[in-house]
């Protein structure tokens, strides 16, 4: 089993930064595929971003491109997401991801609320 911790979700003013962290634990590799989801009240579970363990491969959800950005550290088995320019649209549960690749990913973390006020 391998468990994920997301952390550093809250309550932030359009226009501001959060910078979400999740630690993977457990039986985790670093060679397996981190990403970020979110779902907002009354919709669908969405992609943000998604990264392979080397870091080659890199998909970001067109409407966080250019404000959003996914990185790694594999010898913390942790994987951030730095979201800029916030904007009341953002406001979700963001959930941390990891599995065999970047379109299997199958193990979840509990997601942790951002909520940005206009």
């Known amino acids: 089993q391998v468990q994920l911790q997301e952390s550093g979700g809250g309550l932030v003013q359009a226009g501001g930064s959060l910078r979400l962290s999740c630690v993977a634990s457990g039986n985790w590799v670093s060679r397996r595929a981190m990403g970020w989801f979110r779902q907002a009240p009354g919709k669908d579970r969405e992609s943000v971003a998604v990264?392979?363990?080397?870091?080659?491969?890199?998909s970001i959800s067109d409407s966080v491109k250019g404000r959003f950005a996914i990185s790694r550290d594999n010898a913390k088995s942790t994987v951030y997401l730095q979201m800029n320019s916030l904007g009341p649209e953002d406001t979700a549960v963001y959930y941390c991801?990891?599995?065999?690749?970047?379109?299997?990913?199958?193990?979840w973390g509990q997601g942790v609320q951002v909520t940005v006020s206009s």
């Open positions: 991801a990891t599995g065999p690749s970047t379109t299997s990913l199958t193990y």
């Open positions: 990264m392979s363990w080397s870091g080659s491969i890199i």
